[in-house]
């Protein structure tokens, strides 16, 4: 399963609606591919389309949706939303990351 931080929540609701996506139909999608500069980097993005081989949770009020491949690493992370001083963005705490970058957009098992 995947978490999601009150704050993130707040943050996905905003950017669907600017995006014309609806937060209670529609899904956010995360996922993993290579690269970046620890090996494997993060990949978020809104779809209104499940596939068959979609996993679908629901927390906090947002549905997300994750293909089977990216669900391995993904397992046990929060969706968490910085708007701090180093820049504002979606942060994932993943606790399957034995390394990440400084920027923290990449991260290796």
Do not use: H, Q, W
């Not at 600017?18 to 999608?29: I, K, L, Q, S």
């Not at 942060?91 to 990440?100: I, L, S």
């Not at 923290?104 to 098992?109: A, K, N, R, T, W």
């Amino acid at each position: 399963m995947i978490k999601v931080s009150d704050t993130a929540k707040k943050k996905v609701i905003e950017l669907m609606g600017d995006d014309g996506f609806n937060a209670t139909t529609d899904f956010v999608r995360v996922g993993v591919k290579s690269g970046g500069c620890s090996g494997l980097s993060y990949d978020l993005k809104f779809d209104n389309e499940r596939k068959d081989e979609d996993k679908i949770f629901e927390d906090n009020g947002v549905k997300i949706i994750v293909d089977k491949k990216s669900f391995l690493y993904l397992i046990g992370t929060t969706l968490e939303y910085s708007g701090g001083l180093n820049g504002a963005g979606f942060v994932f705490n993943n606790p399957n990351a034995n390394r990440t970058c400084g920027c923290g957009e990449s991260f290796s098992l």
